[in-house]
């Protein structure tokens, strides 16, 4: 597949994993390429987590499914009957999970490039986690995205440190197939809307 190839076959997978393993080389080489994300002031503030520990896994499932009640209990009506169809994660299904983190105080205090724009760091780990799925779609491997977590939950079943972020837990993993159109739009959720709709020139347009 060629890069193009790899960005629009890319999918956030539900219930595709198989449970295989993950060849050691192919890990190795999603993470180097999550390693070599662009990042302001050359800080590299991520780190990644890989979980394979079956009851750390079940304990952070358990607490998924909590919040994904707690978001159903707001739905009504149509949207409560759409999201009911809707599988959230693969935390149990996928071989391993990697969970990208976010060091704010890595190459402080003064780091070159964010000082205007404080979150410059946190999208530095957005183009680490895009780099991961990209390499992981070229692998023939699956990736999904939990979001359904609250942060404090994950640093303390993750002995995650005080100030550092957990900022996207991955489940990752050999699947069946990649659907070619996103869950969200086959189960009627949210329809994408076409490129023309999001280019502005020179200013933003009505």
């Not at 960005?7 to 999550?34: C, K, N, S």
């Not at 979001?147 to 050999?174: D, K, M």
Request: aromatic share 8%; proline share 6%; with cysteine.
């Amino acid at each position: 597949m060629n890069l193009y190839d790899v960005i629009h076959r890319r999918r956030d997978v539900r219930a595709e994993f198989t449970g295989a393993p993950v060849p050691d080389d192919a890990l190795a080489r999603i993470l180097t390429a999550a390693h070599a994300a662009p990042n302001v002031g050359h800080t590299q503030p991520w780190d990644f987590i890989l979980v394979r520990d079956p009851e750390t896994r079940r304990r952070f499932h358990r607490h998924v499914r909590e919040e994904r009640d707690t978001f159903a209990a707001t739905l009504d009506g149509p949207a409560a009957e759409r999201f009911a169809r809707i599988k959230i994660d693969g935390v149990l299904e996928s071989t391993l999970s990697v969970v990208v983190t976010y060091d704010a105080a890595r190459g402080g205090p003064a780091v070159l490039g964010r000082h205007a724009i404080a979150d410059a760091g946190l999208y530095s780990v957005c183009l680490a986690i895009q780099n991961l799925w990209l390499a992981a779609t070229a692998e023939g491997l699956g990736v999904g995205w939990v979001s359904f977590y609250r942060e404090p939950f994950v640093a303390g079943l993750l002995g995650i440190p005080a100030g550092i972020r957990p900022v996207a837990w991955l489940c990752l993993g050999p699947v069946s197939h990649l659907e070619g159109v996103p869950d969200l739009v086959r189960y009627g959720w949210r329809a994408g809307r076409p490129l023309a709709a999001a280019v502005h020139v020179d200013r933003w347009s009505a």
